[in-house]
């Protein structure tokens, strides 16, 4: 299958950008958030990720962090994920303006969505691949530096 060929302002002419940002989840939290993504090959970023965790995610090339990133320029608005639907939904405003998005789940958040919607979530910005660009905060703020976005 071939994938579309897109123009948009992100690496490899994606659409938009999107961060999937995790805040402090619990060790059982953290076990399906990394097999989901897992399952998919997408990288995201967390703050305050569990110790028997850390490992296994840097190996991955994570973004690991201490503190949620200062907003800026190197981080973009920040967005409630509560459900998939308001993800798909704003996802697709993105691609429509060329944003950058960090979905943000607090535990709380995490609990909301559950292990199958954020399994059925991943899937579909999998699918949405070649026009969306999913990867940790850093590594999208490193290209925009680098690139000028």
Not at 16 to 45: D, F, K, S
Request: with cysteine; net charge negative; hydrophobic share 40%.
């Amino acid at each position: 299958m071939t994938e579309p060929t897109t123009t948009g302002p992100w690496k490899e002419g994606r659409l938009c950008a999107a961060t999937l940002l995790y805040i402090n989840p619990t060790e059982t939290q953290m076990a399906w958030v990394a097999a989901n993504h897992q399952a998919v090959g997408i990288r995201a970023t967390v703050v305050g990720a569990p110790d028997a965790f850390a490992s296994e995610l840097r190996a991955r090339n994570w973004d690991l962090r201490e503190q949620p990133p200062e907003p800026g320029t190197a981080a973009p608005a920040k967005r409630s994920g509560v459900t998939a639907d308001r993800v798909r939904e704003h996802v697709a405003a993105d691609k429509a303006t060329g944003a950058w998005s960090a979905w943000e789940w607090d535990r709380d958040r995490l609990d909301t969505l559950g292990a199958e919607a954020h399994a059925s979530l991943l899937r579909w910005l999998g699918e949405e691949h070649a026009r969306v660009w999913c990867a940790p905060l850093r590594d999208i703020a490193d290209w925009k530096q680098t690139h000028g976005s």
